[in-house]
């Protein structure tokens, strides 16, 4: 291959007409659950008085909503920043578990899989701790950064410090065989999730705080969480999807798209970090919440193919619908953690679609 030339794209790419299927039935989609999200609760709001209230405060139609000002407050302050949060951790992780499938080859990838969800778990159980430690921490300057509280300081850093001593270990003459990456992550995530377990033993009152936060819940992101994790998530996502044609090289094996001119260590270990950029960030503001990043890039892989280009926005909506959908089902019942929801709701179908899968895979040999 000559220097200097792009590899061209294996994977064919999807037709114009399927594309503009795909992400505009994807759109609407998130765009139906958006205001799903917004309008239903313990007090229900129609969809005109939505639509109204985030024409006016949003995009600044009329000069005024035409709704009452609790409904206006309900819909603004309330409901509108946990809609934005669930889409923008939806988003995150559906992207991030995308590229983990492809840098690892593997369709059981989740973006947990090499530690992400142990570090952060970690350093958000160290940010509940401490306070009771240290009271200093509890109150001031010392309790927040940038507007964030020590916990999703903490989370974010533990997620990326976490992930970076699993690369470090893994990592051998610039190479980063997936199989050795998988093993450090899991030992890795074995010893944190030891020091969390510790942590809750000896944390008394905030024992419940801590429950809460590993479970996974939107119930707290507010405006200043949302202004730092979706310029990450969205930054990310562009990346991410610059590299599209690196991430339908992988698929083909370290062998073959080396062969194609890829520098494989140094995309994988890019691509590897990225994700666990936009990982940590989500995780920062929501807690771990599980199924979203394995399930939704396995389905869509399955629906649209594998070509990137579709897959990553693809996923970005659909993730972001899910989590919108299934933090609503959170709130109508009774404000469980949404965690919860999505374990009940992704672990069974994910199982079917395994169970699928292999059923099309005997009929198909010979």
């Known amino acids: ?25 994807g759109g609407a989609l998130l765009f139906v659950a958006l205001i799903t999200g917004i309008g239903l609760g313990s007090v229900a709001i129609a969809p005109d008085d939505v639509l109204r209230v985030l024409g006016h405060r949003l995009l600044g139609i009329g000069a005024n909503s035409g709704v009452s000002d609790s409904i206006e407050t309900i819909v603004v302050d309330l409901r509108l920043p946990r809609v934005l949060g669930a889409m923008v951790v939806g988003a995150g992780l559906a992207c991030a578990g995308t590229v983990f499938q492809a840098v690892l080859r593997n369709p059981l990838a989740d973006p947990y899989i090499i530690g992400t969800a142990a570090g952060a778990s970690l350093g958000a159980t160290i940010g509940i701790v401490l306070p009771l430690l240290i009271p200093g921490l509890a109150i001031g300057a010392g309790s927040a950064w940038l507007g964030l ?20 270990i893994a990592r051998s003459g610039g190479r980063m065989p997936s199989v050795t990456l998988l093993l450090t992550g899991y030992a890795v995530s074995s010893l944190l999730a030891a020091g969390v377990a510790l942590l809750m033993f000896v944390s ?26 979706a310029p990450v998530v969205l930054g990310v996502f562009v990346l991410v999807l610059a590299r599209w044609r690196t991430l339908n090289l992988l698929l083909l094996g370290d062998a073959a798209a080396a062969h194609l001119g890829l520098d494989v260590g140094r995309e994988k270990l890019w691509l590897t970090m990225l994700a666990t950029v936009v990982t940590s960030a989500a995780v920062a503001i929501s807690g771990t919440i599980g199924f979203v990043g394995l399930v939704v890039p396995h389905l869509l892989r399955l629906a649209v193919g594998p070509d990137h280009r579709l897959l990553l926005p693809a996923s970005a909506l659909l993730g972001a619908s899910l989590l919108v959908t299934a933090d609503l089902g959170a709130r109508l019942a009774g404000g469980i953690p949404v965690g919860v929801v999505t374990a009940f709701v992704g672990a069974p179908f994910f199982l079917w679609l395994l169970r699928r899968s292999r059923r099309v895979s005997t009929s198909v040999s010979p």
């Open 149 to 168: 509280g020590i916990v999703q300081v903490l989370a974010f850093a533990g997620g990326l410090a976490t992930v970076l001593l699993v690369i470090g």
């Open 204 to 229: 008394g009152r905030a024992l419940a705080a801590i429950f809460s936060w590993l479970m996974g819940s939107l119930a707290a992101v507010g405006w200043i969480d949302l202004a730092i994790a």
């Open 1 to 25: 291959m000559r220097a200097g030339v792009a590899p061209r794209p294996i994977v064919r790419g999807p037709a114009l007409t399927r594309a503009a299927l795909v992400l505009g039935g």
